[in-house]
């Protein structure tokens, strides 16, 4: 018997799933990968539902414990993943070469070198990507709006360096 | 137009994700999570179930039946309710730890209370230790007072002239006893949590630099 919030969080988490994926396209390496990592964010999300009380938006929660599941809470695991059985067809997860189809070699090397940035930047940057303000990217992140502005310049000049050497 | 502009521009644009059903959303649900802060719980309670069970099994042994012979219940009674104390003290701490850390608190926070949970860990492997050391150290020196051979042994070494030889050997055996006991348990715990919490410390470090800097600008 399904409840009315498991429907009503599972809803939710459909609608926003590209934000998981997103998630998971910059953190993981392989297919097996995001697949696991998807698996641990959303039961992350589902353990925190009963606090989330809707004063923010969906979505930016989700960031919120998309982020530090990526970064603190998930663990690499070397076993066989035997996560959930998505059709593996359908499942299929666009890595950074597939990506490039109708983009030119440029593009690529620029995903290829914000894939190279630890953990912390990749955070900076997904939420940069994604248009947030640099309040939200502070709060989330737990650090300064100041701090904020100066660790994405360095960041930003360090993949100039890293693409025009 | 910079890199991460014209990534920007792509990342938005990006719609050939994979799609969840709604039943594949449901079946997830209910998988375990194999996340840090739950893998750090569960090793708490082993720790916790490995010293009591160690407390059990020493009480039962010939041994401990012998040193209860002594009568020193005035120094074992308060040092064993003291263990009991402490023990509960940490089992609480181990469960308040658990239950404060939030997945939707910030990135720091969050790690800062992951990071405070493996302190108590911590904490609780070196009160258990000194608590060994203790309880050893005693132990010695009520062999040495109330066991009869024991006496007898340091009596015949006294008319032979060799006490010396006698402590030094019961020193030196202590001191490698125990330690053994530090580098075993110490090890398996920096090797468990070294391993378990790499990732996380490095990107915790990370983290404290932007802050650092930021107190400098």
């Keep these: 018997m399904k409840s009315t919030r498991e429907q009503e969080f599972v809803t939710l988490v459909e609608v926003h799933q590209n934000v998981i994926h997103k998630i998971c396209r910059l953190y993981t390496k392989s297919s097996a990968e995001h697949k696991d990592l998807f698996q641990e964010i959303t039961i992350q999300l589902w353990s925190a539902y009963p606090k989330f009380r809707g004063e923010a938006k969906f979505s930016t929660w989700m960031y919120r414990v998309g982020i530090n599941t990526a970064i603190s809470l998930y663990r690499k695991s070397k076993r066989k993943i035997q996560s959930f059985s998505f059709d593996d067809v359908a499942f299929k997860i666009p890595q950074d070469d597939s990506y490039d189809d109708t983009e030119d070699q440029q593009l690529s090397a620029i995903y290829h070198a914000v894939k190279q940035l630890n953990d912390i930047d990749k955070a900076l940057v997904f939420l940069y990507l994604e248009d947030k303000s640099y309040k939200e990217i502070s709060e989330t992140m737990g650090i300064s709006e100041v701090n904020a502005r100066v660790r994405m310049n360095r960041v930003k000049k360090k993949l100039k360096q890293q693409l025009n050497p | ?217």
Excluded at chain 2, 192 to 211: A, D, H, M, P
């Design chain 2, 1 to 217: 137009m910079d890199a991460l502009e014209r990534l920007k521009n792509d990342w938005k644009n990006q719609t050939n994700y994979p799609k969840v059903t709604k039943e594949d959303i449901y079946k997830l649900l209910h998988k375990k999570s194999s996340s840090i802060v739950k893998w750090i719980f569960i090793l708490s309670i082993i720790e916790f179930g490995f010293w009591t069970i160690i407390g059990f099994l020493i009480k039962d042994n010939e041994a401990q039946q012998q040193f209860d012979s002594y009568e020193v219940d005035h120094i074992t009674t308060p040092l064993i309710v003291l263990g009991y104390i402490v023990l509960v003290y940490f089992f609480t701490l181990f469960y308040r730890n658990y239950k404060k850390i939030s997945n939707s608190d910030s990135v720091k926070t969050l790690m800062q209370k992951i990071l405070t949970t493996r302190t108590t860990v911590r904490n609780y492997v070196i009160f258990n230790l000194v608590f060994i050391y203790i309880s050893l150290l005693i132990g010695i020196w009520v062999e040495m007072t109330k066991n009869p051979d024991v006496k007898l042994a340091i009596a015949q070494s006294s008319e032979s002239g060799d006490l010396f030889i006698f402590y030094g050997t019961i020193a030196v055996v202590t001191v490698v006893l125990m330690a053994l006991t530090t580098a075993l348990l110490l090890g398996f715990y920096y090797l468990v949590y070294g391993i378990l919490l790499k990732r996380l410390k490095q990107n915790y470090k990370e983290l404290k630099t932007i802050s650092e800097t930021d107190q400098q600008s």
